[in-house]
Structure formats: C-alpha cells, structure tokens
C-alpha cells in the first residue's frame, strides 16, 4: 500500500510515517517545513529498507497536485495546516489560503490519482463552537457552530470531502482531534500546553496558566491519535469521527500532574485569561469506537512521563536547558 501524508514532519505527522512505513507502506511526504522538522524523519530517511520519498512543497502551491497524481497514493493523510487560532482570528484570509485551497489541492490530487481515499485531520476542539457545558463531551451529532476562522476552515473542508465523495467517489474519513500531545509536539506553538510545560518544568522555569486555569481540555495521546489515522485507512468511510478521551482536565490538573512526573515542586504564575478561550472542551469518541474500533489506550501521566523523557533528550541539550 502507498500513502502519501502532508504535514508529514510535524509531530503529529511524522509520528504517523513512522507508523506507516513500520507496517510496510510506502510513504511519500509534501511538507513545507514552515513548522515540521527534518528531524522528526530522521529514522524515517535513514532507513533504507523504507520506501520513503521527501516532497519539500507548500500545499497552497498548485504543483501539489501535480505531485500527489504522479504519486499516486492509495491513501492520502492530510495533516498540513495553519493550526494556530489566533493567527486565524489576526489573517482569516492567509488560513483559508491554506487550511481550505490548499486543501483543494490536495483534493483536486487525490481524484486525478485515482486515490481510494482521504483521512483529514479535523479540530474537535474548535469546529463545535462554544458548547454548553451540559452537553460534554460531545457527540459529533452536535451542532457545529465554529467561533474561530480557524474553525470555520476545518467545517469547511470536510464539507468539500462530502461533496468530493458524491461527485468523484473518492472516500473519506474526518478525524475531529481533541488537544493531541505527545513527543515532537513544538513547545514554542500555541496550542502544545504540555510541550510548553514540560519545557519551562525541565529548563527551571515558571510555568504559565491563563485566568484561573479551570479551563478544561481532552488530552490525547500522539500515539493513540495515530493509531486511528492508520485504522480510518479501511474503516469509517463517509464519517467524522471525534478522536479525544472524552475526560475533561483542568489546566490547574495538567500542570499538576506533570509537575509531579517531572519531581518538580513549583508553583505556577498565572496571567490574565485570552480573549475567546473555550471554557470547557472534551470529545465523546464513541462513534470511533463503532466504527474503527478504537479507543484511547494512553492516561495522562504516562504520557507526560513520554513527553518528559522526550524533553530530557536531545531537543533539551540543542536548547542549551542542562
């Protein structure tokens, strides 16, 4: 089998080639580096059993679609994307330029190469809008009421997968990702708090809460959020599937949580709350339960452990934090 993922050097992707290429696929890779690494596919690349081919290429450019027909994946991972909300909130126009055509272009790629489908990395986190709390965690049957550009943009593309799947029979799978964490994650981006943390926690720094930090989040595990990338491959054609734990943690409960992983014994500063920051969030992931027979396998403080080793090894000495 062959796929091809874009973003595939961010964290999340290239967990994701690993994965892909562990279980014998041949994997091609379109990323921009504007966020991803190379270094994240540094085993990925140095491993010469692997079929493995680097694209360095911005999906807003429309030889996208050019290199996903010559391609031609089986299946095709759609990872890249603008991901912070606040850029989106700043430059709606640059987020759609890259979260909606450059996503047409993959598309548009896809079809000409006769691909059997797309899994797409949708936000749970944003595309349901400002949930009343009484509804957590909720069920993609929920109305999605995006408050965000970014999120407007995520509705958006699964609504162009629809119309791809009517029109051109090309499938799909919508994963709609809670807040995923895990090794790789940048802790210099707005939406990596464990990153953030485990880095000011490991390097002797304050680590810093917005507001009162009562706000919750569903903190998914990379691993576990690859796992269903690699089941949507054959499984949930035509769905959007919430990809999340369905528990509700507290900044406060996170911070504490790895705080105690890490041995450390700090108490944390807290700052005035951002303007338009979900209250509460959490995803009920019963729909891929049924449907691509998963379910989260990895709590949190052993996650943290995770990112924590992570962050003790090689990406802390680059960063001068003995």
């Known amino acids: ?6 973003g595939g050097a961010g964290f999340i992707g290239s967990t994701l080639v690993d994965r892909l290429l562990a ?3 041949a994997v091609d890779v379109i990323d921009d580096l504007s966020s991803g690494r190379l270094s994240n596919l540094a085993d990925a690349r140095a491993d010469r059993d692997h079929e493995f081919h680097f694209h360095q290429l911005d999906i807003c450019d429309p030889a996208t679609i050019d290199v996903v027909e010559r391609r031609a994946p089986d299946v095709v991972f759609h990872l890249a994307a603008q991901i912070d909300v606040r850029v ?3 430059d709606p126009a640059l987020d759609a330029r890259i979260n909606v055509i450059g996503s047409l272009h993959v598309l548009e790629g896809a079809r000409r190469a ?4 797309v899994v797409f990395a ?4 944003t595309i349901y809008g400002d949930v009343d709390p009484a509804a957590l965690p909720v069920a993609e049957s929920h109305t999605q009421a995006p408050v965000s550009p970014y999120g407007v943009s995520k509705k958006v593309v699964t609504d162009y997968l629809h119309t791809y799947r009517e029109l051109h029979q090309l ?3 919508s994963l709609a990702l809670a807040n995923v964490y895990g090794p790789r994650q940048d802790p210099h981006g707005e939406a990596g708090v464990v990153a953030i943390f485990a880095g000011r926690l490991l390097s002797g720094e304050r680590c810093r809460i917005f507001g009162d930090g009562s706000q919750t989040r569903d903190y998914v595990y990379v691993d576990d959020v690859v796992d269903a990338f690699v089941r949507s491959a054959d499984r949930g054609s035509g769905l959007l599937c919430n990809i999340g734990t369905g528990v509700e943690t507290s900044v406060v409960d996170l911070y504490g949580t790895m705080a105690a992983v890490a041995g450390v014994d700090r108490e944390p500063e807290f700052a005035p709350p951002r303007a338009g920051e979900l209250a509460r969030s959490a995803l009920d992931a019963g729909r891929a339960r049924i449907h691509l027979g998963w379910e ?6 052993t996650g943290a452990a995770a990112v924590l080793d992570w962050f003790r090894g090689p990406v802390e000495a680059e960063a001068g934090t003995d």
């Open 1 to 6: 089998m062959k796929a091809l993922v874009t």
């Open 23 to 25: 279980e014998g696929w």
């Open 88 to 90: 989106s909130v700043s």
């Open 114 to 117: 006769g691909a059997g489908k």
């Open 122 to 125: 949708s936000s749970g986190g």
């Open 171 to 173: 499938e799909y799978t």
């Open 296 to 301: 989260p396998f990895t709590d949190l403080p």
